[in-house]
């Protein structure tokens, strides 16, 4: 079975590969995410706030009397809570290079546009094959209009496009006002990808301790719902590479993201659960439904549940909305 796609402009055996997450952190797991069939290798992010604090860092060991550097220091997260640095970060990208004939596709998390975009640079110095751009912003600003908070990640992306020339994805958050439209505009920026979507952590508030507290929940299938959505949507009038990254747990999940339009799936939360050994298993399955149902390659599959035969998706969508709701029965 030919399961073959392509991704970012990477030839891939098959569109399954780990998403952003620790697992890259130890060699030894990324050893098994490769023996287990992995297409390619996804680092978690580099944060802006990491690179702009060793920077401040830096000029206040060469500045001790400016006491305003020290203060600014403290306003960003410790640097224990990061698992890496950003030299042990770069360093992690040749460690992981040297390790696995796989391609490896860095992260760079970031709101604004400055010095710290030069990373880019260097983790294309590094070896990485492909970057992909998480945009973590949440616009809370009133007087900020949707155009301000479009335009921020367009000049984040136009920056770092100027700066690299291997291929750059932009993980994407599903909350902006005209998402397809969006998307168009960062294809015409120069985006080789998209990522569809970005999971946001909602705090948790302790009612004991009155404190806002982190909270990690693993993803569930049914998150993947909103993706496919978007990846139908899309599929075919966007002219970029397409990632699924949230809600794939089983080869099912998979084959309706590739069915939706994917040319690459993201898996994070199963192979948390799993270990690595679960892509193979879902790898496997996805291969043998196809070979069931008599699918020559995954490639016949691609696009196939998109609505890009439709003439008016709009339309077509809120049709599916009203038969979702007057179809529940007590």
């Given amino acids: 079975m030919d399961l073959s796609t392509t991704y970012l402009g990477l030839r891939l055996p098959h569109p399954l590969m780990p ?6 952190d130890n060699l030894d797991t990324v050893k098994r995410l490769e023996e287990a069939g992995a297409a390619a290798i996804v680092m978690h992010s580099l944060f802006e706030e990491q690179i702009l604090q060793e920077q401040i860092a830096t000029i206040y060991h060469m500045e001790v009397h400016a006491e305003s550097f020290a203060e600014a220091v403290t306003t960003f997260p410790r640097p224990a809570e990061f698992a890496l640095g950003p030299e042990q970060y770069l360093k992690q990208i040749e460690r992981i290079k040297r390790t696995v004939t796989i391609p490896v596709i860095a992260s760079l998390n970031g709101i604004s546009a400055g010095g710290w975009v030069s990373y880019a640079q260097r983790m294309q110095d590094a070896g990485a094959d492909a970057l992909e751009l998480n945009v973590y912003y949440l616009a809370t600003d009133p007087q900020e209009t949707s155009a301000a908070v479009e335009q921020r990640t367009l000049g984040i992306l136009r920056a770092i496009k100027r700066t690299v020339t291997i291929p750059v994805a932009v993980k994407l958050s599903p909350f ?5 439209h969006f998307a168009a505009e960062l294809v015409g920026a120069g985006a ?3 990522v569809l ?3 946001f952590y909602q705090p948790e508030i ?25 990846l139908a949507i899309l599929s075919d009038r966007v002219r970029t590479s397409l990632a699924a990254s949230g809600g794939v747990h089983t080869a099912t999940d998979a084959l309706k ?26 790898l496997a399955e996805m291969t043998r439904w196809l070979e069931e149902h008599e699918y020559t390659s995954l490639q016949q599959a691609r696009g196939s549940m998109s609505l890009a035969r439709s003439p008016d998706p709009a339309a077509f969508e809120r049709a599916n ?3 979702v709701l007057q179809g529940w029965r007590p």
């Fill in 19 to 24: 998403g952003a997450s620790p697992l890259v």
């Fill in 176 to 180: 902006f006002s005209s998402l397809a």
């Fill in 192 to 194: 080789d990808g998209l």
């Fill in 197 to 199: 979507f970005n999971r």
């Fill in 206 to 230: 302790d009612i004991e301790q009155l404190e806002v507290v982190p909270r990690l929940e693993l993803s569930s299938s049914s998150e993947l719902l909103l993706r496919l959505r978007w």
């Fill in 257 to 282: 993201a590739v069915m939706a339009g994917a040319d690459a799936v993201q898996m994070v939360s199963a192979l948390l659960r799993h270990g690595p050994g679960h892509l193979r298993t879902v």
């Fill in 321 to 323: 909305y009203i038969r």
